[in-house]
């Protein structure tokens, strides 16, 4: 995933990396036009403070750059042993709108509604009511230590 926010803070940057490090900066998280440019050539990884900054200041939400811009079809890996094959449900497992299933992980047992409640708490129990699921029709599996990146 360290590798997906480097492209995409790349792709998205529409200013300087001075200037982007300065607004950045400005929301508290310090940060050098020398450290943007480590993350754009993947040589520094991010902090959750720092991905939450850099969204802010190229004015999108910390999913968009989490996640691929557009479907490869190779799947998504979100951990170095954790790959999504469905891009779309993917996207709509990081924005709330639907559970992750994880070949070899036990489901939480938890119901959609009390999923939904749990991811979304912006929504009133009407709202959550309405919402429809998208069902997974593509599961997410965990790799075996050899078949991860870089074997």
Do not use: C
């Amino acid at each position: 995933m360290g590798e997906q926010v480097a492209i995409n803070v790349k792709r998205l940057r529409r200013q300087t990396t001075e200037e982007l490090a300065e607004t950045v900066s400005a929301l508290g998280v310090p940060m050098s036009a020398s450290t943007i440019t480590k993350i754009e050539r993947q040589k520094r990884r991010v902090t959750v403070d720092e991905l939450v900054a850099l969204a802010a200041a190229l004015d999108v939400s910390p999913v968009t750059l989490m996640l691929p811009a557009a479907d490869s079809g190779q799947g998504v890996r979100l951990a170095p042993r954790l790959l999504a094959h469905a891009w779309s449900l993917t996207w709509m497992w990081m924005h709330g709108d639907t559970q992750l299933v994880v070949d070899g992980i036990e489901e939480s047992g938890i119901g959609r509604f009390q999923w939904v409640a749990m991811n979304r708490p912006y929504l009133t129990e009407k709202s959550i009511k309405s919402v429809e699921f998208a069902q997974p029709n593509a599961t997410t599996e965990i790799e075996d230590e050899g078949d991860g990146p870089g074997s």
